[in-house]
């Protein structure tokens, strides 16, 4: 059956610095996400991105964050200059025509 | 707004004795509906989803869910608990809002006792 995945499985960075997760969607999939999920909290929505611009984002998505396909496989979350509230589990999800979205395993972000 | 309330932050259960968690949503037209189930440090595994049809869905692990529009009502139930179904377990909608977003209840933790 196919999966997302997501690279690291885990980072650590120092707070300021820019930090770059990667995911691989599936691939005959259109409909990229980010969500985001604070330690003993609920999954929130960041973004969502088709068509190869974003489509929604939510008010966390602020401009510190952006996305983007470089290569027509990986979607990928930069977060410019990272502060401590930033830690938390960051999942990626991808989505064909079905309506139902498939979550890959997460990275867990560490700001230090 | 779209929202899925989960009343209960946790529940606890004798292993062996049944299970019901409780979810309502707020969405304007007919839902996408989906149990979720994350255990500490993991990632999100689909239980079972609504799209239309028939209101009971069977799900992976036993697990079972019933849509009712008139509560908009999506509880997820399980006839006998495991020991290994202590996690966290998250209700979602999936919402048309220009476009297409899952919004997450808060979520309930099992806890299951022998």
């Known amino acids: 059956e196919p999966e997302v995945t997501q690279t690291p499985s885990h980072q650590v960075t120092q707070m300021g610095q820019e930090v770059i997760l990667r995911c691989v969607p599936i691939s005959n999939h259109l409909y990229f996400y980010w969500y985001r999920q604070i330690l003993g909290q609920k999954v929130e929505f960041l973004v969502s991105?088709?068509?190869?611009?974003?489509?929604?984002k939510s008010e966390i998505f602020d401009d510190q964050f952006s996305v983007e396909r470089p290569d027509g496989s990986n979607f990928t979350l930069k977060i410019r200059s990272t502060k401590l509230e930033d830690s938390a589990m960051y999942f990626c999800?991808?989505?064909?025509?079905?309506?139902?979205?498939?979550f890959g395993p997460g990275t867990r972000l560490t700001v230090l | 707004a779209q929202s899925v309330t989960q009343p209960d932050i946790h529940i606890t259960v004798s292993e062996g004795a049944s299970l019901e968690l409780r979810c309502n949503y707020s969405?304007?037209?007919?839902?996408?509906l989906f149990w979720y189930v994350q255990s500490p440090g993991q990632g999100l595994q689909l239980l079972l989803k609504?799209?239309?049809?028939?209101?009971l869905v069977q799900g992976i692990k036993g697990f079972e869910a019933e849509f009712k529009r008139s509560q908009s009502s999506f509880n997820l139930r399980k006839p006998s608990v495991h020991w290994s179904d202590a996690a966290e377990y998250f209700c979602a909608v999936g919402a048309n809002t220009g476009g297409f977003k899952t919004i997450f209840g808060a979520g309930t933790r099992l806890f299951v006792k022998a």
């Open positions: 609504y799209f239309s049809g028939d209101t």
């Open positions: 991105f088709y068509n190869n611009e974003i489509s929604e």
């Open positions: 999800a991808s989505m064909g025509t079905s309506g139902n979205p498939v």
């Open positions: 969405y304007g037209a007919t839902p996408y």
